[in-house]
């Protein structure tokens, strides 16, 4: 595809940017094709970090069709409306990735690993997009490389006070640019679970290959297609996420614009993602793990029939998990959940659940989602401690991806009752 032809494609694409509403997605966002084929529905869905504070008069909320369509030409999997990010991404966004061993964790086995391939020196520029609060980032600055984050949010002020330096801004080839003239061109940049975010992604694909060195290497993490359909985690699919990428749709869209992966893995974080490693073509070679982990992808009819199957799962996984909170509630069980990630709003408004049958969800202490309501919902969120000195009859983990993380620590601190996670099959632990 040549820049002018991906210029059309991009063209044909409408911008929920600036709109301050939301443009259905009629064209695939990467390669412009059309019709796309819706492959399932959740519903209406509110924005899942839009939280009123408890007590708040409730107001009217905007909800969004939830629909999620496959290309099949590039084979990406994407959603069906893309909603403007200031409706999605309010700065007051309460999201954090220190908060998470897992992540912490994944963050810094991705530092270990990308040091030791490409032999990162100190002079070496580490550029991070959508940097959130520097966890990543300060694994490279620990490892005395030079480290840069562009976050817009203002969770940046927080990486900021951690000696992160942070530039508040959407990336954007402009910025991409601005940086560029102070800092120089970067050895390594990542994208770490906001690759799916941003709209307008062959512009950030541009700016990124801007700002790279001409050996300098992309590594990019992404919530793993394959890994959400065989674990059904539909509850992952939210406005943030645009897109759903196998190996082959993302080094699809990479190779537009003369980017080659050349290595690939899976990784646990998020319930199962990938980290991809690119650069310019011919610039690096290219390991087994890509032909591998492409060889199990389907494709074409054989994805379109996988869809479908995962559409059945989804619709099974919903009344078997009412069927089981109805037991409890005919047994006049308390149910409370434990945590309130962005997927616990999918969860928790495709299944219609309200406070009459959730009397709270628990966040650990110092969460900037304590003291408001789930997403559309008037289920109040609330700091970890009620639950040791309430001891509801049942808790149902919406964290579920981490529950190995989390149920022992709250046995270990006194949780008596029943725990459930919801999916990928309701069960008590
Ligand atoms: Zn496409």
């Known amino acids: 595809m040549s820049r002018k032809e991906m210029e059309l494609a991009g063209a044909k694409v409408a911008r929920a940017a600036g709109s301050g509403a939301s443009v259905p997605v009629e064209y695939c966002q990467v390669c412009g094709h059309a019709p796309l084929v819706k492959v399932l529905s959740l519903g209406y869905m509110p924005p899942v970090n839009q939280m009123v504070a408890i007590g708040e008069v409730p107001r009217q909320q905007p909800w969004f069709p939830t629909d999620l369509l496959h290309c099949a030409k590039c084979e990406l999997v994407q959603l069906g409306l893309a909603v403007d990010p200031v409706i999605i991404f309010p700065p007051e966004y309460p999201y954090t990735s220190g908060t998470t061993k897992l992540l912490r964790d994944n963050f810094a086995d991705l530092h270990r690993e990308s040091a030791a391939m490409l032999g990162l020196g100190a002079d070496d520029l580490v ?53 560029k003239r102070e800092h120089g061109p970067a050895r390594v940049v990542t994208a770490a679970n906001c690759f799916a975010h941003i709209e307008d992604v062959h512009s950030i694909v541009q700016g990124i290959l801007d700002l790279l060195a001409p050996d300098g290497v992309f590594i990019s993490e992404s919530h793993y297609l394959i890994g959400l359909l065989d674990r059904l985690q539909y509850d992952t699919i939210y ?32 319930g199962g993602s990938i980290r991809v490693y690119a650069a310019r073509k011919g610039a690096r070679p290219v390991y087994d793990s890509v032909a591998k982990v ?55 408004n495709y299944l219609g659940l ?44 919406f964290s579920w991806h981490i529950a190995d993380e989390v149920a022992p620590k709250l046995r270990a601190k006194g949780y ?3 725990l459930v996670t919801p999916l990928p099959v309701p069960r008590e632990l």
């Open 127 to 179: 550029i991070d997009l959508g940097s959130n609060d520097g966890t990543l980032l300060s694994n490279f600055k620990n490892g005395g490389h030079r480290v840069l984050g562009i976050e817009p949010t203002e969770v940046g002020k927080i990486a900021d006070g951690r000696g992160i330096p942070t530039l508040m801004r959407y990336f954007t080839p402009e910025v991409a640019a601005e940086v």
């Open 239 to 270: 406005h943030e996420h645009l897109r759903y990428y196998s190996l082959t749709s993302l080094a699809n869209l990479l190779s537009l614009h003369g980017l080659e992966v050349f290595h690939a893995r899976a990784i646990p974080t998020h």
């Open 294 to 348: 492409l060889a199990a992808e389907p494709r074409g009819e054989a994805m379109l029939a996988r869809l479908k199957r995962f559409r059945n799962d989804v619709m099974l996984s919903k009344l078997r998990l009412l069927a089981m909170i109805r037991e409890l509630k005919e047994q006049g069980a308390r149910i409370c959940g434990i945590s309130a990630p962005s997927r616990a709003s999918t969860l928790v």
């Open 354 to 397: 309200d406070e009459a049958i959730i009397d709270y969800v628990c966040e650990i202490a110092g969460s900037l989602k304590i003291g408001k309501c789930m997403p559309g919902t008037s289920i109040p969120v609330v700091e970890e401690s009620r639950l040791f000195s309430d001891q509801p009859d049942c808790a149902v983990i």
């Open 416 to 418: 008596r009752g029943k």
